[in-house]
């Protein structure tokens, strides 16, 4: 009687010990899951700029008014900015129609204006979001070109880069990242985790 009694003691302590150590892993996992996470998104912010051969210019869909929205002002300004510093050798402008009626085209062309760049330095071309980066290659491949700048907000910036590999080489698209809206970090933060993964 007293062995039986003894191996059942002896079977709960290992079971009880197995657990803590599976805890101990799973917190270990969790650990290096979100310094990964971080790790991935702080890296962002150490993105450099090389030349390139052209900077592209996205329509913003939450446009409603005639004063460009914040998203879009930051991305416009920070484009603006690379081009001055001779950072590519033409502006591509991708709009889709507005379901505000609001002319982007007319809002983003003022602003670059407003900075003296020449009228000729920038081309305009009707696409769907979905053709952005189709449409981008092919502009590319009639000018013998290779290489895009593509400004985008901080947390699409993986999203951003994912879109236009399916078109472009992963090695041939630089993203500027700018940041917009705190309120966004939290999905944001997963969401370039998620597409760091599907590049």
């Not at 450099?48 to 900077?55: A, F, P």
């Not at 210019?57 to 914040?70: H, R």
């Given at each position: 009687m007293v062995v039986p009694r003894?191996?059942?003691?002896?079977?709960?302590?290992?079971?009880?010990?197995?657990?803590?150590?599976?805890?101990k892993i799973i917190k270990i996992f969790i650990i290096l899951l979100i310094?990964?996470?971080?790790?991935?998104?702080?890296?962002?912010?150490?993105?450099?700029?090389?030349?390139?051969?052209?900077?592209?210019?996205?329509?913003?869909?939450?446009?409603?008014?005639?004063?460009?929205?914040?998203?879009?002002?930051?991305?416009?300004?920070?484009?603006?900015?690379?081009?001055?510093?001779?950072?590519?050798?033409?502006?591509?402008?991708?709009?889709?129609?507005n379901i505000f009626k609001i002319d982007e085209v007319a809002l983003i062309k003022n602003k670059i204006s407003q900075?003296?760049?020449?009228?000729?330095?920038?081309?305009y071309q009707n696409s769907s979001?979905?053709?952005?980066p189709k449409n981008t290659n092919l502009f590319l491949e009639e000018n013998d070109w290779n290489n895009i700048i593509l400004v985008s907000d901080f947390w699409d910036y993986y999203?951003?880069?994912f879109q236009y590999t399916q078109k472009i080489s992963e090695n041939n698209i630089q993203v500027i990242a700018v940041y917009v809206w705190i309120l966004?970090?939290?999905?944001?933060?997963?969401?370039n985790y998620y597409y760091y993964w599907k590049i």
């Amino acid at each position: 009687m007293v062995v039986p009694r003894k191996k059942r003691k002896y079977t709960r302590k290992k079971k009880y010990n197995f657990w803590l150590y599976s805890k101990k892993i799973i917190k270990i996992f969790i650990i290096l899951l979100i310094a990964h996470i971080i790790f991935i998104n702080w890296k962002i912010l150490f993105s450099w700029v090389y030349n390139s051969d052209l900077l592209v210019i996205t329509w913003d869909n939450k446009q409603n008014s005639n004063k460009l929205s914040g998203n879009l002002e930051n991305k416009v300004s920070q484009s603006i900015e690379l081009f001055k510093n001779n950072s590519a050798k033409k502006i591509l402008i991708l709009w889709d129609k507005n379901i505000f009626k609001i002319d982007e085209v007319a809002l983003i062309k003022n602003k670059i204006s407003q900075n003296d760049i020449w009228e000729g330095n920038i081309a305009y071309q009707n696409s769907s979001m979905l053709s952005y980066p189709k449409n981008t290659n092919l502009f590319l491949e009639e000018n013998d070109w290779n290489n895009i700048i593509l400004v985008s907000d901080f947390w699409d910036y993986y999203n951003s880069k994912f879109q236009y590999t399916q078109k472009i080489s992963e090695n041939n698209i630089q993203v500027i990242a700018v940041y917009v809206w705190i309120l966004d970090s939290i999905w944001g933060i997963f969401k370039n985790y998620y597409y760091y993964w599907k590049i």
